[in-house]
């Protein structure tokens, strides 16, 4: 099997790497070999070994190639990487991306030149880098009706949380990102990342393949992590949760939702100990249940993993996995609104009498429950409460919190976390 | 895709059960069908809707029906399984089996079969239930050399394990046995479980396609469980361990280790919090580093979930994917004496003046170190003394055990429990 690469980053140069270096291992496993008959890049990449590589620097000859049987795509961005995917494709080239925002914005239009061309577009390391999640829900779990995917798949968020709420060392937010940044952990515009459209772009992804439904980026609710302080984080732990940046597709009656947002997970549960820069999707299926991936969700040689085994996957010419998946519903997303969750909520209030019974009785009067409560002086004047509610209607709470803040007691806006259970 | 299932029993009649329910789920992924055409059994499972379906008495009568073209064999045991097998194959038949023992102990000459008549051998339920590992390890890693698989591979043994580590209620093995057995976890004689035979069954076939070797059952070293104290466990979880029922292969130089036992897990660790009946597997690959998959290790829809995955896998009409582990090589299984590794040791000895000198002196004449150490008093004249040693061949901790055993002042064998490193 002979392929293209176009870009030749971190990704590209460890791809380019370990075909060479796993040759035999692969040759042992597939019975044929994958050679690397074209490359195309902008600039060298002083880290990786060219020689014996047919070169280019326009990527649109490897796609129109008549001697490339697939085409691997490593350039990023989602114009030229669209153009150059549907320029492979109607020269009836497989193609192979590590791309998650171009399968997010565009994949419909990419799945439907597919399969119009025969040709099959293989996307495992578009999602959480080395974990071959893409493939366990596809095929793994293939024999599941799956109610719901949840992930953190966004390393630099889950690194940020996991440092904010290190024990030995907790750290604001801001100094924690710099860190990341330090790091190569954040890019310098850590935007994507912290606000959560990469995440984003990922579980619209998973659901696209979990539900069957078309991707809807444009659907999706993002909420990032700036915005959480060290207050919140510690009361959290105190509550006997941890915090992690999820991103959540589910399905109800006939509506899916897509969300992201960092939610508390239980710290009994395996979910919450995933710290640090690892990945983690968790996919729950009507017969298997539960099922978790943990890995590296980025790194060259993690996700170069990944577009090899999709290498792999099209030289076993196994019948196109997304044959089935091309007929995507237009599930209809779901209000936010309609959906119940329990919640942690925190007000600082004045510290006068009375005012924690001001508070149960607004939560009372919209039926909310409260669970669990911390309540903390924060000076002589002000007290700090912590408060896990009951399972409530979303909309009912944030009417509720809109009330609370109409209070005079309440000395600023409450702030509003969301429990998941699992 | 017309299959024949022998064996209703709880898997048997879950597979019946999901494969009726979510025909449409299946055959949209699928553009394709999955029949069940005939079915063996010996009773009748009254679980179990079988209207329609082509019943027989006699399980050789699935394997040679011309009408089918998959036998799924859930019968259990090795024997008559095995048979049945060789004949579903000598017919042309592909097989999907849940039976680990079966893989574990014929696998060779089972897939040496399949490989002569052109059909193929999926086992994806024999190991981890629910969780999709084979299919991880074979596909999804394919881009890479294993170095390491470690599992929490027995339901029984973990969740004995992590109930005698209950901090509510820690409770003494035998006590926790009764307790699962009534729960349905344990079997009635549980010595596969606890003896760590079934996790041996399991880590061979993993090592089989993580390693592709020969699956060589009679290599694995095997310890149970039923000889951790709760001791043991109370201070194994004050130096911040967590105990789980390990089975671990991997790779040093041309050689393979296979071990079943007993092993320490930091509590950082996410695989350290895997509690209970959940199943987890540990791959590491050169270039994905580390992933691990959790999920439910039994269960009749967990484990038929898997059946499917197989299934659809054969209707796909992919290439055989043993293919290139066919040629299996027969990779020596290496000596357990040319391991290094830390370990905790205890040793119960007598209160009196110089015994710690004693045992200190002697692990430093075998250039063992000493990590950390906890004494605790028993009685008046009794203490216990735990080590957490420093990374060791094992052979030379084992000769050191045996010399500390002589020294006057220790009145019980000492007790080692490997550290387990990821």
Known sequence: ?????????????????????????????????????????????????????????????????????????LIGGTEDAKDLVLLAVKNKKHVVTANKALIAMHGSEIFSAARQMGVCVLFEAAVAGGIPIIKSIREGLVGNIISRIAGILNGTSNFILSEMASKKQ????????????????????????????????????????????????????????????????????????????????????????????????????????????????????????????????AGGDATASSVISDLVHLSRGTNIPNEGFFDLNEAPTIEDSSIDTASYVRLDVKNITGVMASIASVLKKNGIGIESIIQREVSETIARIAIITSIVNEKVLDESLRQLDELLAVISAPTKIRIFKS
């Not at 074209?38 to 014996?52: I, K, S």
């Not at 990032?224 to 940046?245: A, T, V, Y």
């Open 1 to 73: 099997m002979k392929i293209g690469i176009c870009g030749v980053g971190t990704v590209g140069a460890s791809l380019i790497s370990l075909i060479k270096k796993n040759q035999d291992e692969i040759g042992r496993k597939l019975e044929d070999e994958i050679v690397i008959h074209q490359v195309a890049l902008r600039r060298e990449n002083p880290q990786c070994d060219l020689t014996g590589i047919n070169i280019t620097n326009d990527i649109y000859e490897v796609a129109k190639n008549p001697n490339i049987d697939v085409l691997v795509e």
């Open 170 to 297: 907790p750290r604001a937010f801001d100094e924690v990102l710099k860190e990341a940044q330090k790091k190569g952990y954040a890019e310098a515009d850590p935007s994507f990342d912290v606000n959560g459209i990469d995440a984003a772009h990922k579980i619209v992804i998973l659901a696209m393949i979990g539900f069957g439904i078309k991707v809807q980026f444009e659907a999706v609710q993002i909420e990032g992590i700036s915005e959480i302080c060290l207050e919140d984080i510690s009361l959290i732990d105190e509550f006997g949760f941890s915090l992690k940046p999820l991103a959540v597709a589910f399905r109800i009656s006939d509506g899916i939702s897509l969300r992201v947002y960092p939610a508390m997970i239980e710290k009994e549960k395996v979910f919450s100990k995933v710290d640090g820069v690892t990945n983690a999707v968790l996919v729950e299926g009507c017969s298997v249940g539960e099922t978790l991936y943990v890995g590296p969700g």
